[in-house]
């Protein structure tokens, strides 16, 4: 199986910015996509950003232009530049990597716990 673990949130005043990391182990054949999702209290869970095995990377709009995702060399770590940073932008944030592993005849989703990111007023 794989595993996912988020890093870097934490509490920012609006304007501010926040670096989060997203570090992939396990039984990692081939990694067709990772991403980041957020949910904030009372909302349903909703896409920030994804990126691509070939690098191809897609934005929510509401992130556009403040946010930007991007992976180590090795293809196992992915984070979310987060920049101009608005008090709707609070929310618990999610890793999340489509995979290819040694055990599953298909790809399978995996998500991480999650990492808090405040955005005071």
């Known amino acids: 199986q794989v595993q996912l673990v988020e890093s870097g949130g934490g509490l920012v005043q609006a304007g501010g910015s926040l670096r989060l990391s997203c570090a992939a182990s396990?039984?990692?054949?081939?990694?067709?996509?990772m991403g980041w999702y957020r949910q904030a209290p009372g909302k349903q869970r909703e896409l920030v950003a994804t990126?691509?095995?070939?690098?191809?990377?897609n934005y929510a709009d509401s992130v556009k232009g403040r946010f930007t995702i991007s992976r180590n060399n090795a293809r196992t770590t992915v984070y979310l530049q987060m920049n101009s940073l608005k008090p709707e932008d609070t929310a618990l944030y999610y890793c999340?990597?489509?995979?290819?592993?040694?055990?599953?005849?298909?790809?399978?989703?995996?998500w991480g716990q999650g990492t808090q990111v405040t955005v005071s007023s």
């Open positions: 999340n990597g489509n995979f290819r592993t040694w055990t599953a005849t298909q790809p399978v989703n995996y």
């Open positions: 396990g039984s990692i054949l081939s990694i067709n996509v």
């Open positions: 990126i691509t095995s070939g690098g191809s990377t």
